[in-house]
């Protein structure tokens, strides 16, 4: 096959890197249209700060990526440098080789993906082959390495990535998932050792590995599947090496949460290098329907020496809003939506307490608390709780008032319990964002399923703070922080405090907050109504 061939077939139907399943929702592969959106927006970056230039047209810029899959990047990138150089090096043999040898790098996640990564660019696993298109390659793996990267235990957990020991300590014919890029105190000399002391990335872009998964084997299938996020890591670690362009697929759940996010957070917000933010509430969007990733995914470009706000845009399906110019860290965490931005402003305005100060550390008992029964004894207390493991089932139990040992002064006060995971954050575009809320009265307690609000007077002021949950201005105000199904106190954090002395609706709270109808009519869009029925047993 010859290389003019072999290039002319990525334009067959299908491409195969359309069709390849994905390995887990922790390591996604990049569909190539996507891929092509991020260099097209590295490409236009690169022509402003060059004077119009193409960086496609440039023999000398060098590009990594150190968490190749399926190769795609490097492929499309390999393809329009293969374009722009037609003139700078007229024959095609030694254009492709020169890119190949000289301009493009990778690092595969696994032997698997680096294997597949070779054939994608190289069209041969072995670039030395006869069948490869670079021809000036003294070393079977050409530009793409891997090798076989083992964690470095420190107690229980890896001392770079925090894997556990437990579920990631595996035998050699097993990946561990221990990622190069990420596993060295020193990335310029491990990358040095790689490809050669002298060479600096100017462009480093990719899709990392979004997260380790905290479960050992053999753990209950009953337990709630918890995972640590990694791609924060990765981000860190491509900043340390200074390209000059950076571009990363990466979770949107960073703006607002995520587990152990909050330095990450803080840290891209003030980052006045980050020259573009293209955001995807729903990742299906860009995955498709069979990869969900709670609070969707976005893209970033980062920019060595740019010093100012950044271009923000909004895709939802076919719905794009921006590029509109934002100040990142506006607030704690980003607002996604720049209409939301004007109604947070009218709310806060008022400076009222927040509803996230009536929160209460609840009364110790576990999610999934065994001692409860069916039959009430004397001096039982009524217990909220969910039953059937992952099914999520609402039910009443009994507990015995000695087995509480916290919040024993809320037993025998009205509160208001809300689920400590519902919803869907923004991964939908039209939400509930909440889950029902039982007014609990005397007598009552939950487990840790619920979160407690609490100390109310009477029931009828309870009853007006769950009127107040159900509104659609209640919600969004909440759905501005929440991105996942985690619904922890600090989403409410800019929700404010009411008298407790009525039902609340929608148009009185609207009135109160001076919220136009145009942005009445955007709170609609975005949260829906709910079809609860009142909750509790005091119904």
């Known amino acids: 096959m010859t290389a003019q061939a072999s290039f002319a077939l990525r334009g067959h139907n299908p491409d195969v ?59 499309e990138i390999t393809r329009r440098l293969t374009e722009g150089l037609a003139d700078e090096i007229p024959d095609l043999r030694d254009r492709v ?67 556990s020991r437990t579920a990631y300590a595996r035998d050699e014919g097993l990946e561990t998932h221990a990622y190069a890029f990420i596993h060295t105190k020193d990335i310029k000399k491990l990358l040095g050792s790689m490809f050669g002391a002298d060479v600096q990335f100017d462009v480093i872009i990719g899709n990392p590995p979004y997260q380790l998964s905290d479960e050992s084997p053999g753990e209950s299938s009953t337990r709630i599947a918890s995972a640590s996020p990694i791609y924060d890591s990765f981000v860190e670690q491509a900043k340390r090496l200074q390209p000059r362009f950076l571009s990363m697929v990466i979770p949107s759940r960073w703006m607002a949460g995520g587990r152990g996010l909050d330095n990450f957070r803080r840290e891209m917000l003030s980052d006045r290098a980050v020259r573009a933010l293209v955001d995807f509430p729903a990742a299906s969007d860009v995955f498709g329907p069979k990869i969900r990733v709670s609070g969707g995914i976005c893209y970033f470009l980062r920019e060595e020496g740019y010093d100012g706000p950044a271009q923000v845009t909004t895709i939802r399906g076919s719905t794009v809003r921006g590029p509109i110019t934002r100040t990142l860290d506006e607030r704690d965490v980003f607002v996604r939506d720049v209409e939301a931005v004007g109604i947070l402003t009218k709310v806060l305005s008022f400076q009222e307490p927040s509803v996230s100060g009536m929160f209460q550390s609840g009364f110790g008992l576990d999610t999934n608390y065994s001692d409860a029964h069916d039959v009430q004894s004397a001096d039982d207390l009524t217990l ?32 208001v319990l809300v689920p400590s995971a519902a919803g869907y954050g923004a991964e939908q575009l039209y939400d509930r964002v909440l889950g029902r809320p039982i007014v609990a009265g005397p007598g009552e307690v939950a487990t840790q399923t619920y979160r407690v609000l609490a100390p109310f007077a009477t029931q009828a002021e309870a009853r007006s703070f769950e009127s107040y949950y159900r509104t659609k201005f209640f919600r969004f105000l909440v759905s501005l922080r929440k991105v996942t199904q985690h619904a922890s106190p600090s989403v409410y954090s800019w929700v404010p405090v009411q008298a407790w002395d009525h039902d609340w609706t929608d148009s009185e709270l609207y009135a109160k907050y001076n919220i136009d109808v145009d942005e009445q009519a955007y709170i609609a869009t975005r949260i829906r109504d709910v079809d609860w029925v009142t909750g509790g047993s005091h119904a």
Request: aromatic fraction near 10%; hydrophobic fraction near 40%.
């Open 17 to 75: 890197l359309t069709c390849i399943a994905n390995l887990s929702n922790d390591e996604v592969f990049t569909p190539p249209e996507f891929a092509n959106r991020m260099l097209d927006t590295v490409a236009e970056a690169w022509a402003d700060s060059h004077n119009g230039a193409s960086i496609w047209r440039d023999p000398t810029v060098t590009f990594l990526d150190p968490f190749t899959k399926s190769g795609v990047f490097l492929r």
């Open 384 to 415: 909220h709780m969910n039953v059937g493991g992952m099914g999520h089932k609402r039910a009443t139990r009994y507990v015995s008032r000695a087995k509480v040992e916290r919040g024993l002064e809320l037993i025998d006060a009205w509160k």
């Open 97 to 163: 080789d020169h890119i190949l040898t000289k301009q493009v790098y990778g690092i595969g996640i696994t032997r698997l993906t680096a294997l597949l990564a070779r054939r994608s660019v190289y069209c041969s696993k072995d670039a030395t082959g006869e069948h490869s298109i670079a021809k000036s390659f003294d070393r079977d793996w050409g530009n793409i390495w891997f090798e076989r990267t083992e964690h470095t235990w420190a107690g229980p957990k890896c001392a770079y990535c925090g894997a």
